[in-house]
């Protein structure tokens, strides 16, 4: 089983920035996953935020192209979202999806096809 636990989440002002966090474990995870950020907003579908395969090869929303940054620390075993510039439309629930393909990371972004899910962190940006 795999276990993702995020965090970092908070209250910022526009134009401010949050990095959020990823903790992945469990005996089945590896550091080959795909792994990726969603967010669901209320009252909206959940939508994909980036993606990252092993080789760090990354992909975004045409939403966020700019503004967030992708990454992973294998040694870690951790995932992180750098959120810059962000602004009341970012305001939503980010989770963080793990899944044992280890390619077509971003096309699976786009189809929602990531197996395991953590519980989800809020970003709220208000003034």
């Known amino acids: 089983e795999v276990q993702l636990v995020e965090s970092g989440g908070g209250l910022v002002q526009p134009g401010g920035t949050l990095r959020l966090s990823c903790a992945a474990s469990?005996?089945?995870?590896?550091?080959?996953?795909?792994m990726a950020w969603f967010r669901q907003a209320p009252g909206k579908e959940r939508e994909g935020v980036a993606s990252i395969d092993s080789g760090s090869m990354t992909g975004y929303a045409n939403s966020v192209e700019g503004r967030f940054t992708i990454s992973r620390d294998n040694a870690k075993n951790t995932l992180y979202l750098q959120m810059n510039g962000l602004s009341p439309e970012d305001t939503a629930m980010y989770y963080c999806?793990?899944?044992?393909?280890?390619?077509?990371?971003?096309?699976?972004?786009?189809?929602?096809?990531?197996?395991?899910w953590g519980q989800g962190t809020q970003v709220t940006v208000s003034s």
């Open positions: 999806a793990a899944d044992p393909s280890s390619s077509a990371c971003y096309t699976r972004l786009l189809t929602m096809r990531y197996t395991y």
């Open positions: 469990g005996y089945a995870y590896s550091n080959r996953f795909c």
